[in-house]
């Protein structure tokens, strides 16, 4: 479970990669600056009071844990660490500390996974102040309605997804896509389109960074899925290879839908595919068969790659596609459970192809049109009360330039040295101009 945590810590740098490579070489600080602030915000507010929440006693109707039950984490490490009596709280197996610092990552990942719907027009100072909102009031009870489950031996009462209406949602279909990618759309909507959106070309300036981005998200949702098993067992190895074959089958199905469509395969196309392919696996991998989990990441992979079409035909600049990837995929993967659900896997639960009938799709969709009403509402509304206090978007003339350089006065690249400028970067000292430098007996011939 350390590892685990580790793993989907790690996701976040890598989706600052994922991101960053995806927008325009004067928006890629920014857009990495998004996903890593939501590391130092959403973590102390999770301290503070999020986890307690998110797992605290419920307060009434499954709707909220107790924010002051373990605020500041109190009560949660308090014990005896050395010596020959160790006692300190446990979460299940775990200690509960280790629970507390797993859930944090989910927390972090899904605040920055918004961010991708407003690049190259969301100021800094507003983003932040709309993710602690977010992550307080969306989050945090949708995260308490999903992950806490009852437990009549503590006398704990958890959320009404969970509990009420079962459904299933073992990493976070729900809570984290479904809930970041109705987010997004709402506050992409608000924010309004960027400047020369559609007309101008805004493609990805480093793909590079983009393969590098999905690759180590791939890797790190091996603690995403496989960790929410809690511990090192067959659920969680059973979660591992539903999460490898899913994520195969959406990357193939995303790269035949582009070389029917446009006639080419792409690399911004294969990591789509791939991260299109973990989304949808996320709720259902301890759920269904590695055979479901292809069908699953299959149809995740010809669904988004279509989905990501439609902001140019409804007219919402949705930047970097979360709504097509994680709102689509999110959606695919939770309802297909009721549909796929196999009674042998370790959720025990049959769907309609295995002899269920429709009761576990009923849950399945409402679970599913819960949060996505709330979020997408709740959403829509801070985002109106950040623009009507202290606005939104960066100026005209500051989106012309860069936001990197207008928000945080820096630039990705310094292109100064490759104009013999002097600057950092530059293997000549300052004072020696490009027309005096001395010219190497072997110039003219490497080149």
């Not at 999903?146 to 299933?168: H, S, Y």
């Not at 101008?200 to 393969?211: A, C, G, K």
């Not at 000549?428 to 101009?433: D, F, I, L």
């Amino acid at each position: 479970m350390l590892v685990s945590t580790a793993l989907v810590l790690l996701m976040t740098p890598g989706l600052a990669l994922f991101y960053g490579g995806m927008v325009r070489s004067k928006s890629v600080l920014n857009m990495m600056m998004m996903s890593l602030s939501a590391m130092g915000l959403v973590g102390i507010l999770w301290a503070l009071y999020g986890y307690s929440m998110a797992f605290g006693n419920d307060v009434g109707g499954g709707l909220l844990g107790n924010p002051f039950e373990a605020f500041g984490l109190s009560g949660l490490f308090v014990g005896t660490y050395t010596g020959d009596e160790v006692s300190y709280p446990m979460s299940g197996t775990i200690p509960a500390l280790l629970f507390v610092g797993f859930q944090a990552t989910f927390a972090i990942i899904t605040v920055a996974l918004i961010s991708g719907a407003v690049a190259d027009r969301m100021r800094f100072g507003p983003w932040l102040l709309f993710a602690g909102l977010w992550a307080t009031v969306v989050y945090f009870p949708v995260a308490h309605w999903v992950f806490a489950f009852d437990n009549d031996d503590a006398g704990v009462v958890g959320g009404w997804i969970a509990n009420d209406i079962a459904a299933i949602d073992f990493a976070g279909g729900t809570a984290v896509h479904i809930n970041a990618g109705v987010a997004a759309l709402a506050l992409a909507l608000v924010l309004g389109k960027r400047r020369g959106w559609p007309r101008e070309p805004m493609r990805p300036h480093n793909l590079t960074l983009v393969m590098l981005g999905a690759g180590l998200l791939w890797f790190g949702w091996f603690g995403f899925n496989a960790g929410s098993a809690l511990g090192a067992n067959g659920t969680a190895a059973f979660a591992l290879v539903n999460t490898i074959v899913a994520t195969c089958a959406a990357m193939l199905a995303w790269l035949l839908v582009e070389r029917a469509r446009d006639g080419k395969p792409t690399s911004l196309g294969a990591a789509s595919g791939i991260v299109a392919g973990l989304v949808a696996i996320t709720p259902a991998c301890s759920s269904v068969s590695p055979l479901g989990g292809i069908a699953i990441g299959a149809v995740a992979g010809v669904l988004c790659a279509l989905a990501v079409g439609l902001k140019y035909r409804f007219g919402y600049d949705d930047s970097l596609d979360v709504v097509g990837v994680h709102l689509v995929g999110g959606l695919v993967g939770t309802v297909l459970i009721g549909l796929l659900a196999d009674p042998g896997s370790p959720a025990g639960v049959a769907g309609t192809f295995y002899g269920g009938g429709v009761d576990q799709l009923w849950r399945q969709v409402v679970g599913a049109l819960a949060v996505l009403l709330y979020s997408g509402v709740v959403s829509a509304v801070l985002a109106l009360i950040v623009k009507a206090t202290i606005g939104l978007r960066v100026s005209e003339e500051a989106e012309a330039t860069g936001i990197d350089e207008t928000e945080h006065a820096e630039t990705g690249y310094d292109f100064s040295s490759l104009r013999g400028g002097g600057g950092l970067g530059t293997s000549r000292p300052p004072s020696v101009t490009a027309a005096s430098a001395p010219v190497p007996a072997t110039a003219g011939k490497e080149s």
